[in-house]
C-alpha cells in the first residue's frame, strides 16, 4: 500500500534527470519524509479543528480558512520537496513558497495572530525546512514569519479574534510554554549538533595529520627501500657476476686442456650453466633498473646493418643445429647509420631472434627492417622477427609483455627462460620512443614488431655494396636456386636492386629446366639444404647434363660446414644467413675472374679458404688475447700460419729479424699503435715493405680512407670475418705479386 502512495510522487521527478541506486534510495528516504509530514498535517490540523470547535463553534468561513491553510501547508511542504530534489524548479518553486507562505501567514494572521493556534503551524513548517533543508534556511523561515506577521500586525490591528476572552490568557500562554520549550530544545540540539560536529571535525583532522605524517614515513620508506634494492641488485649482480666470469672462464680453459669424454662433458655443462645463470642476473638487473627509471640510453653513432647482423650471428649456431632457414632484409632506404644505444638495440633483437629460434621447431626465422623518414634527422625504424614456431594461443597475447610472463607455466619446464626478455624489449622500445606488438597464429608461426625512432648519423658515404645499380653487376644474369621462398625473394630483391636480372627456382629439377629450355646465366646461388637434390648434387648434375656449361656456382651453405672437397664444383661458398655485403664482393670476384679467363672459368681454383698461397708469411699485430685467438685461428681456417706482435715496437722488432709479405695490423695497440708502427715501417723499407692490412674497430666508413691515407694498403673493420680476411689476403696475394712480376 505504502508503496503504491509513493509510487504517485514519482511524478515530482522529471524524466531527464537519470538517478543512480544511490540517489534512488535517497529519494525512497524523501517519499517516507513526505508521507510523515502529510500525516502530521493531518493530525495537525484535525487538533486545531477540534480546540477552535472546544473552544467557540467556528463559522463555515473560518472552517475554510483551515482547509486553504491545510492546502497550503501541503503545497508549501511538496515543493520544498521538490526544490531539494531538483534544482531546475527553483525559480517556480521559489515563487510558489513565497505565494503559500503569504497565504498561510495571512490564514495564521486573520485566524487569531501571534495567538492564534495555528501559529503552532508556523513552528512546525520552519521544523520541516530545517529536516528537509537545512538548520539556516529554518532559522530563515522562521525569523520570515515572525517578520511577516509582525507587518501584518502593525497594517492592521483590528483582526478577527475568535477565541472568548477567558481562554486567552491559557492559550497564549500554553503557545508561549510550547515556543519556549521548542525553542530551547532547537537550541540546545543545534548546539549539540555544532558541537559533535566540531568534534568530528577535530578528530578527523587529527587523523588526518597522522595518516599525512605515516604516509610521508612511509613514502620515505618506500624511495629508501627502492634505492637500497637497486644498489643491493647491483652490488649483488656485481658481486655474483665476478665469481660467475671466474667460473666460466676457468670451465673455458679447462675444456681446451686434455680431459677425457666424461670430464668434457661435466666441463660444458659448468659453463651452460654459467653462462645461463648470468644470462638471468643480468635480465634481473636490466628489468630493476628500467622499473626504477634508472636506465639511461647511450647516443653513440652505429651501423644499424652490423648490429643486425651481429644479432644473427649469435643466434645462427643454435638455428643452423635445429635445421631452420635463417635469412634478413633491410631496405635500401634505410641509412647506414644511427645515433642511439646499438647494445639495447642490439639485445632487443637478440630476445626476439632467440625466442623465435626457441619456439620453432621447423621453417624459418625472418628478420624485416623496413622504415622511414619522420623529418628533423629523424627516422623511424620499423623490425619485424617472423617465424613458423608453435605461435601464441589469442587469450594470452596480451599478457605477453608483462614480466615474469610465460605463455604457459610448461614453458619454463620445456624451453627455460624467466619470461623476463619481452618486458625487456618492449620498455627498451618504448625507452626508444618506439612500441612493441605481436601478431600470431598458434600451430602456424608468430611476429613480433617494434619501432625505434632513432637520429641518422651523417658518417661519409654509404658503402659500395649499399648503392643501387652496381656497374659490375649491371645486367648480370643469376639464377637464385633455393627451395625456401623467402630466401629467394630476399635475395631476388637484392640483387634486382644492385641491376641483376634474377631467375629463380625452388628444385635443383626446375633449375636443370631452365637450362635446358636454353635460359643462360652468369652466376648461379645453389642453396645446399634442398629436400630431394641438394646443391653438391645439383652442382655434380650440372657437370654431367652440361659439360660444356661455364656457370660459376656460389653454394650456400651454413656455418661450420666443410667445403674443401667441393672446390672443384663451386666458385665460391657463402653462409646462411646471407649478408649483403659478403654477397656483393663475391658476386664481384667470381663474375671479374670469369671475365678475366673465360675459358677457364668452371676449372678456375676455387677461392676456397685454402686457395692462398701458404708460403706467404703473415705477421698479426694485435694486443688483446681473443682476439689473437680468433685471428690465428683464422689465418690457420686459411691455411696459414702466422706469426704474433702485441705492439708496434714488437712489429718493428720482428721485421728487423725476418720479412714478411703480410701483417695484420691493429690500430689500438699499447705503446706503439698500428698507425705509428706503419709510418715508421714505410720510413725504414719504403716499396720492399709488407702489404699492411689495418684492423680497426672503428667500423665507419670515413675511417678506411683515413687509414688508407697514413700508407696502409687495406682495411677491415672488426669483428673480422673469415670471408673477407680471405677476401683481403687474396688481394694481397695478386698486389703482391703482381708488384714481384713488375719489379723483375
Ligand atoms: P622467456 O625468457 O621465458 O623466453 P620472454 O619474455 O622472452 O621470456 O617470453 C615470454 C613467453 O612468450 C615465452 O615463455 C613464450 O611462452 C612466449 N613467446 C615468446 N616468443 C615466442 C615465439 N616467437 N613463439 C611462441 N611463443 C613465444
Redesign the pocket.
Known amino acids: 500500500m505504502n508503496q503504491n502512495v509513493f509510487n504517485l510522487l514519482d511524478w515530482f521527478i522529471p524524466e531527464s534527470i537519470r538517478l543512480s541506486e544511490h540517489e534512488r534510495d535517497n529519494v525512497r528516504k524523501y517519499r517516507l519524509l513526505l508521507g510523515f509530514i502529510i500525516f502530521n498535517a493531518v493530525i495537525w490540523f484535525s487538533a486545531s479543528l477540534a480546540l477552535q470547535i472546544l473552544i467557540k463553534q467556528p463559522t463555515p468561513q473560518e472552517i475554510g480558512y483551515e482547509i486553504f491553510f491545510m492546502a497550503s501547508g501541503l503545497l508549501y511542504f511538496s515543493f520544498l520537496f521538490i526544490l531539494r530534489k531538483t534544482n531546475s524548479y527553483k525559480p517556480i518553486a521559489i515563487f510558489c513558497l513565497a505565494a503559500i507562505k503569504f497565504a498561510t501567514l495571512f490564514v495564521v494572521f486573520i485566524s487569531g495572530g501571534i495567538t492564534s493556534p495555528n501559529i503552532i503551524w508556523l513552528i512546525t513548517g520552519s521544523l520541516i525546512v530545517i529536516i528537509l533543508l537545512n538548520i539556516r534556511f529554518g532559522l530563515f523561515n522562521m525569523f520570515l514569519d515572525i517578520l511577516i506577521l509582525s507587518i501584518f500586525q502593525l497594517i492592521n490591528t483590528d483582526y478577527v479574534l475568535f477565541i472568548p476572552d477567558e481562554y486567552f490568557g491559557i492559550i497564549r500562554f500554553f503557545v508561549l510554554v510550547m515556543s519556549i520549550v521548542f525553542v530551547t530544545s532547537m537550541g540546545i540540539a543545534i548546539e549539540s549538533t555544532r558541537k559533535r560536529t566540531q568534534d568530528q571535525l577535530e578528530t578527523a583532522l587529527k587523523e588526518l595529520q597522522i595518516t599525512n605524517q605515516q604516509l610521508q614515513l612511509a613514502n620515505k620508506a618506500a624511495e629508501a627501500a627502492t634505492k637500497a634494492k637497486s644498489e643491493f641488485l647491483a652490488n649483488m649482480s656485481h658481486e655474483i657476476r665476478t665469481p660467475l666470469n671466474g667460473i666460466i672462464g676457468i670451465a673455458g680453459l679447462l675444456s681446451g686442456t686434455v680431459l677425457d669424454e666424461e670430464q668434457q662433458a661435466y666441463g660444458q655443462i659448468i659453463q651452460s650453466s654459467g653462462d645461463a645463470l648470468l644470462e638471468i642476473i643480468n635480465?634481473i638487473l636490466d628489468f630493476s633498473k628500467i622499473e626504477a627509471g634508472k636506465l639511461d640510453l647511450e647516443a653513440e653513432p652505429f651501423d644499424l646493418r652490423q648490429t643486425v647482423e651481429d644479432s644473427l650471428d649469435l643466434v645462427t649456431p643454435k638455428a643452423t643445429n635445429k635445421g631452420l632457414e635463417l635469412g634478413y632484409s633491410i631496405e635500401t632506404n634505410i641509412p647506414p647509420f644511427f645515433v642511439g644505444d646499438a647494445m639495447r638495440f642490439r639485445q632487443i633483437m637478440l630476445?626476439?631472434l632467440?625466442?623465435?629460434v626457441?619456439?620453432?621447431e621447423r621453417g624459418e626465422v625472418m628478420v624485416f627492417v623496413t622504415g622511414e623518414e619522420e623529418g628533423n634527422g629523424r627516422f623511424q625504424l620499423h623490425i619485424s622477427?617472423s617465424?613458423t614456431?608453435?605461435?601464441?594461443p589469442t587469450e594470452?597475447i596480451n599478457a605477453?609483455?608483462q614480466s615474469f610472463?610465460?605463455?604457459?607455466s610448461s614453458?619454463?619446464r620445456k624451453?627455460?627462460?624467466?619470461?623476463?626478455?619481452?618486458?625487456?624489449?618492449k620498455r627498451l622500445a618504448d625507452l626508444m620512443d618506439g612500441e612493441m606488438w605481436?601478431e600470431?597464429e598458434e600451430g602456424v608461426?608468430?611476429t613480433?614488431h617494434f619501432t625505434v625512432l632513432l637520429e641518422t648519423a651523417d658518417l661519409g658515404p654509404k658503402s659500395e655494396y649499399l648503392q643501387d645499380n652496381q656497374p659490375d653487376l649491371l645486367h648480370k644474369r643469376i639464377l637464385i636456386l633455393d627451395d625456401n621462398a623467402t630466401s629467394r625473394s630476399i635475395l631476388n630483391r637484392q640483387m634486382t636492386n644492385w641491376g641483376m636480372s634474377c631467375l629463380e627456382a625452388e628444385s635443383a629439377e626446375a633449375a636443370l629446366d631452365l637450362l635446358h629450355a636454353g635460359e643462360s646465366f652468369d652466376v648461379a646461388l645453389v642453396d645446399e639444404k634442398m629436400p630431394d637434390t641438394s646443391g653438391t648434387a645439383f652442382a655434380q648434375l650440372l657437370a654431367q647434363q652440361f659439360p660444356n656449361l661455364r656457370l660459376p656456382l656460389v653454394l650456400l651453405t651454413s656455418p661450420g660446414q666443410q667445403h674443401y672437397d667441393k672446390k672443384h664444383l663451386f666458385a665460391d661458398f657463402l653462409t646462411k644467413p646471407i649478408k649483403p655485403m659478403y654477397l656483393y664482393e663475391i658476386l664481384r670476384h667470381v663474375l671479374s675472374s670469369k671475365q678475366a679467363d673465360p675459358n677457364e672459368a668452371n676449372q678456375q681454383e676455387p677461392s676456397t679458404f685454402s686457395s692462398i698461397d701458404n708460403t706467404v708469411r703473415v705477421l698479426l699485430a694485435e694486443n688483446n688475447r681473443m682476439n689473437q685467438q680468433v685471428g690465428l685461428s683464422m689465418l690457420e681456417k686459411l691455411g696459414l700460419q702466422a706469426d704474433l706482435a702485441v705492439n708496434g715496437t714488437e712489429v718493428l722488432e720482428a721485421l728487423a729479424i725476418q720479412s714478411y709479405d703480410i701483417i695484420l695490423m691493429d690500430i689500438q695497440m699499447p705503446e706503439m699503435d698500428g698507425v705509428e708502427a706503419t709510418r715508421q715501417i714505410i720510413e725504414q723499407f719504403g716499396a720492399e715493405r709488407p702489404y699492411i692490412i689495418a684492423l680497426t674497430a672503428n667500423a665507419l666508413d670515413g675511417h678506411r680512407e683515413a687509414y688508407l691515407e697514413t700508407g696502409m694498403d687495406d682495411y677491415l673493420s672488426k669483428p673480422i670475418k673469415v670471408e673477407l680476411l680471405h677476401l683481403a689476403l687474396q688481394k694481397a696475394v695478386e698486389t703482391r705479386n703482381a708488384l714481384t712480376i713488375s719489379t723483375l
Open positions: 635480465s630476445n626476439l632467440g625466442n623465435a626457441k619456439f620453432t622477427v617465424d614456431g608453435i605461435g601464441i594470452r605477453l609483455f610472463n610465460q605463455v604457459d614453458t619454463t624451453f627455460g627462460g624467466t619470461g623476463l626478455g619481452l618486458a625487456i624489449s605481436v600470431s608461426g608468430s613480433f
